[in-house]
Structure formats: C-alpha cells, structure tokens
C-alpha cells in the first residue's frame, strides 16, 4: 500500500511560544497528519502531542509523533500490526536520540530488540520523552515492566534481567541528562503529561 501523500508545511523552526492552533493541519480536533497515515479521523487526543509535533524534525508532517496518534486508531492487534508495518519508515527511522525514550529505544535497537505490530514501545518511548528524565528515574519500576512484557511477546523473555534492564534504562536515562545539559529539553514542561 501506498503511504498517504500529505501536503508539506515549511516551518524551519518552531516558534518559541508552541501552539496547536497554529498548525495547519489541526482542524476541529483532528490531526489531519495522522488522519492520512491511519486512513480514518485520529481525533480526542491530548494537544501536547502537537506541541512534541511541532518540534519534531520534520514538524507538522509524517514523523514519529503523528505515526504513534495514528496508531493509537487501531481497534484490534491485527490492524495495528498492519498500520505499523505501513508506518514502519517513521516508526524506526533513524532519529537523533533526545529524550530518554529515544535513548532507551536506540539502546534496544543495538542490541536486537524491535517493536512489533502489537506491542506499545514505540508509544511507551515517547510518552517518557514528554514525561523527562526525572519522571522516568522516579517509575523505573513501570518501565521494567513495560520492557518485560514487550519481550514476553516477542518470546524474547529469556533475555529479559530485571537487574540488567535497569542498568539499560540508568544509562539511556543518564544520556538523555547529558543530552539536556548540552542541548537543552526540546520536551519542555508545557509537554508533560500529568
């Protein structure tokens, strides 16, 4: 199947003051973006993911951020691993690590580990990239168990220490801090979930 042709918005950088009113693409809270990727209307969800949008490289276009609300659409595991394997060159393109959900996740991807259709790591990533460093350090416990579970499902659970993989997750979240510090937050406070 084709991937959707979507208008391209030139917006080198975002403004300092993000917001979704600005993008072109969001109309009566709907992401048009996503809509095209999902083939359906991706409606009802939180306006921060336009905000992480619009800070993405590209903004307001086919990016990590617009491929995940698309495939929160899905009804049922067969139709989001349909949806994933289409949406695959955004989902596992690869990105400049910035948060520490791209840290985890190019850690993982080094060592053989890829989402599949059905598991929710791609969502899990950049929910901890909006949250921060400091919300990951404090819920290391709910990451283990969402790399436990990931790993379950791709029968991979023979790999899976809980000592080893907090010692992953230290070390990407110790990156993502370097990160900041040299670069700054691109996920900043206005982005977080709480």
């Not at 990727?37 to 086919?62: N, W, Y």
């Not at 491929?67 to 949406?87: E, F, I, N, Q, W």
Request: net charge negative; with cysteine; glycine share 6%.
């Amino acid at each position: 199947m084709d991937k959707p042709t979507l208008p391209v918005v030139s917006s080198p950088d975002p403004p300092d003051s993000l917001d979704p009113s600005d993008c072109p693409h969001y109309q009566d809270h709907r992401c048009g973006i996503a809509s095209a990727l999902a083939e359906q209307d991706v409606v009802g969800f939180d306006l921060r993911a336009c905000i992480a949008c619009m800070k993405e490289d590209p903004p307001q276009a086919p990016n990590k951020v617009t491929a995940s609300l698309a495939l929160h659409t899905a009804s049922d595991a067969r139709s989001r691993s349909v949806l994933h394997v289409r949406l695959s060159d955004y989902i596992h393109a690869q990105v400049k690590a910035q948060g520490a959900g791209d840290w985890l996740a190019r850690s993982l991807r080094i060592l053989g580990f890829r989402g599949h259709g059905s598991c929710k790591c791609f969502e899990h990533a950049i929910y901890m990239n909006m949250q921060g460093v400091p919300w990951c350090r404090e819920n290391m416990d709910t990451i283990v168990g969402w790399l436990k579970e990931a790993a379950e499902e791709q029968d991979m659970g023979w790999i899976f220490t809980h000592f080893g993989t907090r010692s992953l997750i230290r070390l990407a979240l110790n990156r993502a801090e370097s990160y900041e510090q040299k670069h700054g937050n691109m996920y900043n406070s206005r982005t977080k979930i709480s």
